[in-house]
């Protein structure tokens, strides 16, 4: 069996489809609100995940897995020895940002007092625990059997003698060569002016870390309402002198619950926006042959759809996000389009046959296209479900399972909506009153046979666009179109920041804003971990350690060795030491054993060193290292590109490196998918445009209308992104979740206009794009309006997501629209010139007895094809 015998078949089953529902319209359109109210439940007993490290981290990740190696060789025990360099996870601090709002120094008698009132406000804030009441002091995180210490607050306490050089601070670390004690200042204080000596004179900017407990397991809810508390004072108080900027597991989780907050209420005034518009434009120019309601059902069908995808999504197990609601606005808006096709087919079916045989012709006319749509969309969709991240991978789950039900309800409850508008239509029903039409109106009904808005497109649009000056120009505004886009893709600009997932003045923003501009100076320190056993004693291993980190440090991003936080090197330091000889001097520090052994009981044992032994793993028995970490600073990180470039430029070094290492920091398993998005998208891109031009093919079996149409939606997607780019919105997860639904939807409009182009025989070239555009021009126009109308008001929302949403899909609209209506129909009635099959020889119309006889003969293919 051909495709073109696959075509036909389907085409007949979906006219019987058609014809069942005609029969008993009411039994499709009762079982999908059954079906819905079936799957209602899963919804209103949804559960959101908020863990922002899960959701936006690229799952088996080169930093992914970094992070596990390092986590799973140096666990840090918050009930003993919490450190602030060595944090690997966020729920284990919370970090206040401080800055001063005139923004001069901090070093003033009214400001040192009010950090002082913020700090007692914190300790004092308590929750209700079954047996007592607890503060900050009975869940914090130790450090040597006390709550870990502020440094700043014992440094403001002297802020009038560091401001008059009475006492001095190093910046930006601290040691003392005599007993090694060190104090890294760059932690804790920022965007400071020293004095040549490297004395703090003026501090611009300051942390406070508040470590919790994380470790102990009974602490974990008390430590959640806690931080809850804490997250509402901060946000909640008026500070006179300073500006507060917070960062917590908690303040992200609420940070997140903001969008949905602000996004769901919005549906309402979406679905009532597209609902009005969708009323209006279908209506017609009688009374009889208007439709508004059926323009109120679509939307009712789409939205029943997202319920029922939703919730069958949520029946499996797959959990949930604060940015699904995004997706129902996506489903809402650009679903319905085929909506419209179906509408634009009854319409041009004969009045005067029964319901049943119209049901039919309209789903043997406008089903297999909107097949075509709906299964690229939802092909889309689950390409995206591969992707390694897992909150891409919820939100095309969510959506693909929404444009599945989509596509099913169009054809049930919406085919049932128009069997009953049809029957309104047979016994002459006023649309709005649902009384008689008169006699007067009646025939005045019949003197209008077409309707005003299709014909509009095939005579005024069709006339202008088989002009071939117009056909030049159209061209011309092609090329110069796709230029722009092209131009604007070889601008696109890496993204990937996490911060941009919140409002633009969220707390959790001017957050980001500060460590860029206040902490860039000297920023978190990177891990390098040497994660194989090596014998530390043999100088050869030493030397080698060494290139390696001086690799590293020769980036112009890193701190020079000076600020090197090595077990190594203070260890070496502390066998030349007078009283490191001293005690060391019944150990051979050659041997391998007498090295770890004087390492362990006595270099150890002191005070200053014991946060070092968070960074050596011994095997079990203590005769070997099997890993170990040192830390370097960055440096001069003011923005993300540097950021980015320098996560690139370590990779390198690591790869390149003699020894086998990984590297790890605070934020790089977030910053990671800027990296590796890039190609990410030439994947799904490549993936998709294959698939779905197999899919265009099988449906329609025209090799030179398939080519011109895949090369056409390659370039809508193309011209997209770079006219994205060139809107200021960069390669993210973002942009490539919205890409998955453009390559979708860029087919949408394409295979309705081609569909009608190719399908139609024995019309020249110029009569087939004005019968295309009389079939389907206004419902691409509608269509596109609608779309425009559905996304609109992300626009005008706090966040960087809903308004690039907004800005591909205006954009997809508009794009489709126009290679839709004026590129495609140009290209395809050039290529009739040379294929035969999209062109007739003759001129002009055959006659009525021709087009009986064809028509008779395609009835008799069509039951070949079947038998």
Known sequence: MNIRCFQQILSSQFSRLGRLIGRQPLYFLIVPILLTALFCPSVVKLKINRDADYL??????????????????????????????????????????????????????????????????????????????????????????????????????????????????????HIDNVTFYFEPSMLYIGNVDVNKQGFVREIKAARLFYGLDTNN??????????????????????????????????DVEEELAAFSQIVLPLISVVIATVSVFSFISCMSNDWLRSKPWLGISACISAGLAIISGYGLTLYMDIECLDFIPASAYIVLSTEIDDAFVLIAAWRKTDSKKSVEERMGETFS????????????????????????????????????????FTYIYQLTFFGACIALSGYREKHELHPFTFRKLSTTEQKKEESKREDYFMAFFRDKLGDILINNKVKAVVIIAFMLNLGIGIWGLLEIHPGGNIFDLFKHNSSVTCFANSLYQDFGKYSYPVHIVFNQPLNYADENVQNAIEDIIKKFEEHPHIADSSLRLSWLKYYKLFMT???????????????????????????????????????????????????????????????????????KDLNDIVDNSPIPIIIHSFLFHLLEQANIIMGMTVRVAL??????????????????????????????????????????????????????????????????????????????????????LYEVGFPIMQGSLSTIIGVLVLAFLPFYVTQGIFKFIFLIALQTAFHSLFVIPVFLSILGKFDKSLSFKDEHLPSKKEFTLIKNNAEIFERECVL
Not at 225 to 233: A, E, G, L, P
Not at 579 to 586: A, N
Not at 723 to 750: A, E, Q
């Open 687 to 772: 993936l998709s445009a294959a698939l779905i031009s197999l899919i265009f093919f099988i449906f329609v079996p025209n090799f030179t209308c398939s080519l011109c149409v895949s090369s056409i939606i390659f370039c809508i997607i193309l011209e997209t992104i770079g006219y994205i780019s060139l809107w200021k919105v960069s390669l993210d997860m973002l942009t490539v979740t919205i890409f998955i639904l453009c390559v979708g939807f860029s087919i949408n409009y394409p295979t309705h206009i081609s569909f009608v182009f190719t399908r139609t025989d024995n019309l020249n070239s110029n009569e087939r794009i004005k019968k295309a």
């Open 56 to 173: 936006f981290m690229a799952q088996n990740g080169r930093a992914h897995r970094s992070k596990n190696i390092v986590e799973s060789l140096f666990p840090m025990n918050t009930s003993e020895f919490f450190d602030v360099a060595r944090i690997l996870e966020r729920k284990d601090i919370i970090i206040l940002q401080i800055i001063a709002k005139d923004g001069g120094t901090l070093l003033k008698e009214e400001i040192s007092k009010e950090i002082k009132r913020l700090d007692e406000t914190v300790q004092n804030i308590t929750v209700n625990s079954e047996v007592s009441i607890v503060k900050y002091t009975d869940l914090c995180a130790f450090r040597l059997n006390k709550c870990l210490r502020n440094s700043f607050l014992q440094m403001m306490s002297h802020f009038e003698d560091i401001s008059k050089g009475r006492q001095n601070i190093k910046f930006p670390l």
């Open 577 to 647: 030491h007078p009283i490191g000889k001293f005690l060391l001097r019944g150990y051979n520090m050659t041997d391998k054993q007498d090295f770890i052994d004087g390492l362990r009981f006595v270099f150890l044992k002191f005070h200053q060193a014991k946060e070092f032994a968070l960074d050596i793993a011994f095997n079990e028995n203590f005769t070997d290292i099997i890993a170990s970490r040192f830390l370097i600073p960055t440096m001069d990180i003011y923005n993300q590109d540097t950021e980015l470039q320098l996560l």
């Open 217 to 250: 397991s009974t602490k974990t809810i008390l430590i959640n309402q806690w931080q809850r508390k804490f997250v509402k004072m901060i946000e909640s108080k008026i500070f006179d002198n300073i500006i507060v900027n917070i960062l917590s597991s908690e």
């Open 365 to 404: 006319e406008a089903a297999i296209s909107i097949t075509i749509t709906s299964l690229t969309n939802i092909i889309s969709f689950c390409i995206g479900v591969s992707s390694p991240f897992p909150s891409m991978r919820i939100f095309c789950s969510f959506s693909a399972s929404a444009m599945f």
